[in-house]
């Protein structure tokens, strides 16, 4: 199974979270994902002005393990796995603490502040989108959650310190402990915003229980000496943004999976290459021998013939190699990654990029991309068209060797920036006219955009299934994404 979430990174950068979620029962799975960009021609970005370099410069790929889904009213119980195995490393410190024990204590620590953040993310997600409206009765048991959650992580640092554990080893469940925090005020100001423009009445009703727990959270975090965000701050609360970052780095450093990246077929590219070198030999061999032949040895001829030769000889080679690199380059992948934790192969991902042209393109995908506009095909205009394809082969055993938790997958997260598209735009901005009637006008502005297509096969076993997403760019940077 394949999910996929784009969002808004930042101004200039596409995000899209990809999970790839290999069930228990199969040994190995394959996943494929296809993209397809459908560029504007007036963007001047094609084979000629973008290159496979500029491609893989602009494209990012994190590849970590999905988080274990455990539901927050979960979490507010002392017999859930994440808590008895954060209680059980906690506990089993003492004032001389080994480097195992110490390695242990820490890791439970990030897993189950990791486990706190996408539990929080996902049940407010659920609560504030369910059928498209707010679920009042959902929210209350969120509120009602976080709290009781605290109370038991917060009485382990207590335990902790009545028995003399030394600070720096204190030091990081208070890492922690500050992450759950911020993670709590991130999702209860966004819900907050989001009830005040959706459902006032419903923000009405939960308003003690919010204030009550931001309340309680700043005023803990003070008592603790937690960095804070404040209003009017001399530097643009600039420390607790940086501070905020290092600490969700640290948390999640545990999910992410290291990769090995190497370029893909490189002893099939060498065969190729000397192919064509053995085909440009042969030729300027042939020429040499004929005029032998004919002219004899040391005859000025021979001597023309031979440097004629070796001049086409090069030409040849080169020409032959550009060839059969064009042609394998759709077949083929351009880098190779290897999943690899220690010695275990946990798989492998392969990744590759090139133009195609437009009549190439399978007959679904340009039904999909539904280019019927007579303001365009009047003009004989065609778009400039990039693929990005992706395979992911998975071992569902060294998957589940790697934490005691139940692992569902992997997330591939992609970051795309898209400033090469934007660097030759108009101006956003476009003065306008406005008539307002009774010979009355007014200057207006007006935005002008342009729209990347991007049109996303995902593979699975016997399942296809495609997306389409409308990404709205302007000289300012990426302004929506759109399912159609």
């Known amino acids: 199974m394949i999910d996929i979430l784009p969002k808004i990174h930042d101004r200039n950068t596409l995000e899209l979270k990809v999970g790839y979620k290999a069930p228990d029962g199969t040994a190995y799975h394959d996943f494929e994902m296809n993209t397809w960009i459908f560029i504007p021609e007036t963007l001047d970005v094609n084979k000629h002005t973008y290159l496979k370099d500029t491609f893989y410069r602009d494209i990012l790929s994190y590849i970590r393990l999905i988080t274990p889904l455990y539901q927050l009213e979960e979490l507010a119980s002392t017999t859930c796995l994440p808590y008895q195995r954060?209680?059980?490393?906690?506990?089993?410190?003492?004032?001389?603490?080994?480097?195992?024990?110490?390695?242990?204590?820490?890791?439970?620590?990030?897993m189950y502040a990791s486990i706190f953040k996408s539990s929080i993310r996902d049940t407010f997600r659920?609560?504030?989108?369910?059928?498209?409206?707010?679920?009042?009765?959902?929210?209350?048991?969120?509120?009602?959650?976080?709290?009781?959650?605290?109370?038991?992580?917060?009485?382990?640092?207590?335990?902790?310190e009545e028995k003399s554990i030394a600070d720096d080893v204190l030091q990081y469940y208070r890492y922690g402990d500050e992450f759950m925090s911020n993670v709590v005020e991130q999702h209860v100001s966004r819900m907050i915003n989001h009830l005040r423009s959706q459902t006032p009445q419903c923000y009405s009703t939960l308003e003690p229980a919010i204030r009550q727990i931001l309340d309680n959270e700043h005023d803990y975090r003070l008592q603790m000496g937690y960095a804070c965000v404040e209003d009017g701050s001399v530097?643009?609360?600039?420390?607790?943004?940086?501070?905020?970052?290092?600490?969700?780095?640290?948390?999640?450093?545990?999910?992410?999976?290291?990769?090995?990246?190497?370029?893909?077929?490189?002893?099939?590219?060498?065969?190729?290459?000397?192919?064509?070198?053995?085909?440009?030999?042969?030729?300027?061999?042939?020429?040499?021998?004929?005029?032998?032949?004919?002219?004899?040895?040391?005859?000025?001829?021979?001597?023309?013939?031979?440097?004629?030769?070796?001049?086409?000889?090069?030409?040849?080679?080169?020409?032959?190699?550009?060839?059969?690199?064009?042609?394998?380059?759709?077949r083929l992948f351009d880098?190779?990654?290897?999943?690899?934790?220690?010695?275990?192969?946990?798989?492998?991902?392969?990744?590759?990029?090139?133009?195609?042209?437009?009549?190439?393109?399978?007959?679904?995908?340009?039904?999909?991309?539904?280019?019927?506009?007579?303001?365009?095909?009047?003009?004989?205009?065609?778009?400039?068209?990039?693929?990005?394809?992706?395979?992911?082969?998975?071992?569902?055993?060294?998957?589940?060797?790697?934490?005691p938790y139940p692992l569902s997958g992997i997330n591939d997260i992609v970051r795309y920036n898209l400033s090469e598209f934007m660097r030759k735009m108009d101006n956003a901005k476009v003065p306008l006219c406005a008539n307002k009637g009774n010979g009355q006008y007014i200057q207006v502005e007006g935005q002008k955009v342009y729209y990347l297509n991007f049109i996303i096969q995902l593979k699975y076993e016997k399942t296809t299934r495609y997306r389409r997403y409308?990404?709205?760019?302007?000289?300012?940077?990426?302004?929506d994404i759109q399912e159609m």
């Open 86 to 110: 954060l209680s059980e490393a906690c506990l089993s410190l003492d004032k001389e603490t080994t480097d195992s024990q110490q390695e242990n204590y820490e890791r439970e620590i990030k």
């Open 126 to 160: 659920a609560a504030l989108n369910d059928n498209g409206s707010v679920n009042p009765e959902r929210c209350k048991r969120a509120l009602e959650s976080i709290p009781q959650i605290f109370s038991i992580y917060r009485s382990l640092g207590k335990r902790m």
């Open 235 to 330: 530097d643009s609360n600039t420390q607790f943004v940086y501070h905020a970052g290092q600490l969700k780095k640290y948390i999640e450093s545990n999910l992410y999976l290291p990769t090995h990246k190497r370029r893909n077929a490189v002893f099939l590219e060498q065969v190729v290459f000397s192919l064509a070198a053995g085909l440009s030999m042969i030729f300027a061999t042939v020429i040499s021998f004929a005029f032998q032949q004919t002219y004899g040895n040391f005859t000025l001829p021979f001597f023309i013939a031979l440097v004629i030769s070796y001049m086409f000889k090069d030409r040849i080679k080169e020409l032959v190699r550009v060839y059969f690199a064009t042609r394998l380059s759709s």
């Open 335 to 403: 880098y190779k990654i290897e999943i690899r934790v220690d010695n275990m192969n946990v798989g492998w991902c392969k990744e590759g990029f090139d133009f195609v042209m437009p009549e190439k393109i399978t007959p679904l995908v340009r039904k999909m991309r539904n280019r019927h506009s007579p303001l365009v095909i009047g003009r004989g205009v065609e778009e400039q068209v990039m693929q990005y394809r992706k395979r992911i082969h998975l071992n569902r055993k060294s998957i589940s060797k790697l934490s």
């Open 470 to 479: 409308r990404i709205c760019l302007s000289r300012k940077g990426i302004q």
